[in-house]
């Protein structure tokens, strides 16, 4: 029995591994994650952002192949304005062209700033509200316009989860010319009445994380059974049935909003699982 068990582990190891192996890239991926704020923030907690890390870091690791070297978090009062633009700059020299940056985002933000650069629709700047922000003062907020500009300098694939609750817009990062094609973000739509779960996380998060786990599980077995049918488990497939899963969630619920996604960088080009 313990030899058997011995063989399903390493089976697992090692096809884990292909995900990156395959395609000759490295994985990198940053966790952010706010969960407690001071009063100057101007902004409710969050219960369960510990747990929202825990589970990201997990996934990123053993699902999405990220050597846990390769993986930035940062948490609470590391999560400064000057912080994430500081952990962006000391990833990017690392970064080449071929690598896959996986982002998780947890925090409150707003879109209650005029946007001076007419790139957002609604006609106003989609912001992030960072620990050190003071409220109501636009230049202690983390814009998307501010936080393109920091990733422009990563040369790599980008794929953005941004579970960020408070009436904002999707995180709009393919705005600047030198992101366009490389990035993918998924995240809720303005007014989304999704905040935490009953399984104590993030809404979006909880629906990532189980989904992922689901759909890596099933696509395995394809794989044990008949590795020549089977299909390969995509970044695309991963969102594709998390949208579909969460908005069918809200829906039943009667909740308002959904989840949706943007980008141009191709999904089904990032390999989580191959046959």
């Known amino acids: 029995m313990k030899k058997i068990s011995f063989l399903v582990l390493a089976l697992l190891l090692f096809v884990s591994s292909l995900a990156g192996a395959q395609t000759g890239n490295k994985r990198w991926g940053l966790i952010i994650g706010i969960g407690k704020y001071p009063e100057a923030a101007g902004v409710e907690n969050f219960n369960y952002v510990e747990n929202d890390i ?5 996934l990123f690791r053993e699902k999405f192949s990220v050597p846990v070297e390769n993986i930035i978090v940062l948490k609470d009062e590391q999560v400064t304005k000057d912080g994430v633009k500081k952990a962006i700059a000391d990833m990017s020299g690392k970064i080449s ?15 209650t700033f005029p946007d001076f650069n007419n790139d ?7 912001c992030i509200i960072p620990y050190d922000c003071q409220w109501k003062y636009p230049k202690t907020y983390i814009s998307d316009d501010s936080l393109s500009l920091w990733l422009k ?8 989860f941004c579970d960020v609750n408070g009436g904002v817009d999707l995180i709009d990062l393919h705005s600047n010319k030198e992101l366009q094609g490389r ?10 009445e999704a905040d935490e779960d009953s399984s104590q996380r993030g ?18 077995d394809e794989i044990r059974s008949n590795s020549d049918e089977a299909q390969n488990l995509t970044i695309s497939i991963i969102i594709d049935e998390v949208k579909k899963k969460m908005n069918g969630f809200l829906e039943d619920r009667g909740r308002m909003g959904e989840l949706s996604s943007d980008g141009k960088l191709d999904g089904k080009s990032i390999i989580i699982l191959s046959k």
């Open 54 to 58: 825990n589970g990201m870091e997990t």
């Open 97 to 111: 062209e071929n690598d896959y940056v996986f982002i998780y985002i947890r925090a409150r933000g707003v879109d």
């Open 120 to 126: 957002e629709k609604s006609g106003y700047d989609t």
């Open 153 to 160: 300098d990563i040369k790599g694939k980008i794929i953005a």
């Open 183 to 192: 990035t993918l973000i998924l995240g809720p739509s303005p007014g989304t």
């Open 203 to 220: 809404l979006m998060t909880n629906f990532l994380i189980e989904k992922t786990n689901e759909l890596y599980e099933d696509y395995l």
